[in-house]
């Protein structure tokens, strides 16, 4: 297996290159697209190394993956789904990392 370390420098070193360049541009949306480049790379990376991130919004909620910090009432969703991400979650495998922090529906109150 590949050292995950080491497949991790490119991504720092594109991220110091993008702060170099946005410290001189003009181009915000430049700046954005090279920084979501820079996100989708780091993102390959730890897929490559068995990380992923938990689905989160859109599911319905799993206790064994996800922490609900707060519900809301909505008629816009089936309750229980999950409406918003507050912090990604990340697993390992079938091993959570770090459970995703969540927004539940719940029904509107008569």
């Known amino acids: 297996r590949d050292d995950p370390l080491k497949d991790l420098l490119p991504v720092f070193a594109n991220l110091e290159r993008a702060i170099q360049s946005a410290q001189k541009?003009?181009?915000?949306?430049?700046?954005?697209?090279g920084v979501a480049m820079i996100l989708k790379q780091f993102e390959s990376t730890l897929g490559r190394a068995g990380i992923a991130r938990v689905p989160a919004v859109g599911v319905m909620f799993?206790?064994?993956?996800?922490?609900?910090?707060?519900?809301?009432?909505?008629?816009?969703h089936p309750p229980g789904t999950v409406v918003a991400e507050v912090q990604p979650g990340y697993r390992e495998g079938e091993r959570l990392v770090r459970a995703a922090m969540v927004v539940v529906a719940k029904p509107k109150s008569s």
């Open 25 to 33: 541009a003009t181009d915000v949306k430049a700046v954005s697209d």
């Open 62 to 76: 799993d206790p064994t993956m996800h922490e609900a910090i707060q519900q809301v009432e909505t008629d816009e």
